[in-house]
Nanobody, 115 residues
Framework: QVQLVESGGGLVQAGGSLRLSCVAS????????MGWYRQAPGKERELVAR???????KYADSVKGRFTISRDNRNNTVYLQMNSLKPEDTGRYYC?????????WGQGTQVTVSS
């Protein structure tokens, strides 16, 4: 199993920044892909960004140019730097262990952007 613990959420005004962190522990493979997803009230959970240990990344169109995903592979940590935040970025942000093996989710961290 893989355990994921997110941190860094909070309340911020539009235009502000937040940095989310996710630490993975447990049965960690040295080569893997982790990602960030978010879910707004009444909406489905959606991909925000993902990154492999090799550095290959993918972003949702809505966050390109504003959010940056990065990793510290030695410490099994993935980050999400969120700049120029908008009210529509509000939601619960979840870290996901995507590959290899069974996908795992963290408990999530709330991000609220006020206008």
């Amino acid at each position: 199993q893989v355990q994921l613990v997110e941190s860094g959420g909070g309340l911020v005004q539009a235009g502000g920044s937040l940095r989310l962190s996710c630490v993975a522990s447990g049965n960690i493979f040295s080569i893997n892909t982790m990602g960030w997803y978010r879910q707004a009230p009444g909406k489905e959970r959606e991909l925000v960004a993902r990154m492999s240990t090799s550095g290959a990344s993918k972003y949702a169109d809505s966050v390109k140019g504003r959010f940056t995903i990065s990793r510290d592979n030695r410490n099994n940590t993935v980050y999400l730097q969120m700049n120029s935040l908008k009210p529509e970025d509000t939601g619960r942000y979840y870290c996901k262990w995507e590959w290899p093996g069974t996908p795992y989710w963290g408990q999530g961290t709330q991000v609220t952007v006020s206008s």
